[in-house]
């Protein structure tokens, strides 16, 4: 468990239909949120065809957002080895702010920034993985999310995918997934599922 996490709840349960929850960190100014195969009971192997992610009243110490890295060979990838793309629909404006990168360090997530020095703002979303099993085809994420922005009037709707393009994540299993914020720390409660379809 990663510095400022405590395990919530361990082990299995049932979910809805054919979705088990397998662990939820619930998170206390943790640097980083991470599952790791095989490491304080979380599975993320071909036991299951997907797995989500559900971030429920996540707080960012700083004006930052949710992002995610993926785990290959043993180590979290920082490199410019991501492709993502991110829509947001915000409160304050009449467009969808859109953006996209076939180089950047991280997937994105909440791309519209949020503000702890607002009492009650948070972030909450949902992240589907996909092909972590796969040794043929490239590991994916989407993500979507809801979040207040830097004032009340200014709520979000993000939408963000991408994926970890490099040979070794191709031909290889992923076998983790990390949450951290662009800048700060994160609070709140991350529960990772196991999803058969």
């Known amino acids: 468990v990663p510095s400022g996490a405590t395990i919530a709840n361990s082990?299995?349960?049932?979910?809805?239909?054919?979705?088990?929850?397998?662990?939820?960190i619930d998170a206390s100014t943790a640097s980083t949120v991470e599952f790791i195969d095989g490491t304080?009971?979380?599975?993320?192997?071909?036991?299951?065809d997907t797995y989500l992610v559900r971030g429920s009243g996540i707080i960012?110490?700083?004006?930052?957002?949710?992002?995610?890295r993926l785990r290959d060979s043993g180590s979290f990838i920082s490199s410019s080895d991501y492709d993502t793309v991110s829509y947001v629909a915000?409160?304050?404006q009449t467009s969808i702010d859109q953006s996209g990168s076939t180089g950047s360090t991280y997937i994105r997530g909440n791309w519209q920034r949020y503000s702890t020095t607002t009492a009650g703002?948070?972030?909450?979303?949902?992240?589907?993985?996909?092909?972590?099993s796969s040794t043929s085809l490239f590991k994916q994420v989407y993500y979507s999310g809801c979040n207040t922005g830097n004032d009340a009037d200014d709520y979000s709707l993000s939408h963000a995918a991408g994926l970890l393009e490099t040979e070794s994540s191709r031909t290889a299993a992923c076998d983790g997934i990390?949450?951290?914020?662009?800048?700060?720390?994160?609070?709140?409660?991350?529960?990772l599922y196991g999803v058969k379809t």
């Open 178 to 191: 990390q949450f951290l914020s662009t800048s700060g720390t994160l609070t709140g409660k991350f529960s």
């Open 121 to 132: 703002f948070s972030i909450n979303f949902e992240a589907r993985l996909y092909n972590f």
């Open 60 to 68: 960012v110490s700083a004006v930052a957002g949710v992002v995610i």
């Open 90 to 92: 915000r409160g304050t």
């Open 40 to 48: 304080s009971g979380v599975t993320l192997d071909s036991t299951f």
């Open 11 to 24: 082990g299995t349960a049932t979910g809805f239909g054919t979705t088990t929850l397998i662990k939820t």
